[in-house]
């Protein structure tokens, strides 16, 4: 397996990763958000891209999911963590935990979402009825637990267009439907992974609560102070991960290849 993050908000650059080449691959998608930084950490190859540029310069809604996953593709990346910052709908999803969904519904519009546009390839569909590698997944709560760190499993991702957070009355929508958490970037890059023949799990913090779920409005400060300790776990857990790939005998924790559906 060749692992990838992908950092979200939050998470631009992982301190622990000794740097060893960046790269920009050329994609028939345009170029990715920054550039593949390859290095080791904790003894294990990993590639990271950060999803929202260097800077954080690129809105949910403008960033380029096909070049990212396929420069990804083209760098022999397997195994993809999508690190992600959410807000909480459901009681169980409060500020400051970590979150492995299972499931995700997508309202975003206008975004490129597919690598198969049909024409003279045909068209192709590809199951995605259960969109996250569960073999991944329990990687990742495995990892978790090792560290000390609590990780909710399961729970619905709903994905909104931003970059404006949402009304009261959407959230209020999302939850009949079945959400859990909300974000602006779960899809289409779940999607693509998918459509790629990447094994793709995300891996949420949860900064605050969605709309209409605590008095008053959203505050920017209480998302900064939660999204800088629920990265501190994030770093915790994606160490324990790949220390417990990197350790000898662990090969039958080893998330090897793609475990369920066409990829």
Known sequence: MRLAVIGGSGLGRLEALEITERLRPDTPYGDPSAPLVLGRLAGRE????????????LPPHRINYRANIAALRE??????????????????????ILVVPDQIIDYTYGREHTFFEGGESGVTHVDFTHPYSDV????????????????????????????????????ARMERDGCDLVGMTG?????????????????????????????GIVSMAEIEANLALGM?????????????????????????????GPR
């Open 136 to 171: 991944l997944r329990r990687c990742l709560l495995e990892a978790g637990a090792a560290a000390g760190v609590d990780i909710v499993d399961g729970g619905c991702y709903g994905c909104t267009q931003g970059p404006r957070l949402e009304t009261a009355a959407e959230i």
């Open 75 to 96: 760098c022999g990346v397997t195994h993809v963590i999508a690190v992600a910052a959410v807000g909480g709908i459901t009681p169980a999803m409060a500020p400051g």
């Open 46 to 57: 990993l590639v990271f891209l950060a999803r929202h540029g260097e800077g954080h310069t």
């Open 232 to 260: 501190e776990k994030v770093k915790r857990v994606l160490l324990g991960f790949t220390v417990s790939l990197a350790t000898p005998g662990s090969a039958r924790r080893t998330p090897d290849g793609p475990d369920s």
């Open 187 to 215: 899809m289409p890059e779940a999607a693509l992974a998918r459509e790629a023949g990447l094994a793709y799990a995300c891996l949420a913090v949860v900064v605050n609560w969605a709309a209409g779920k605590a008095e």
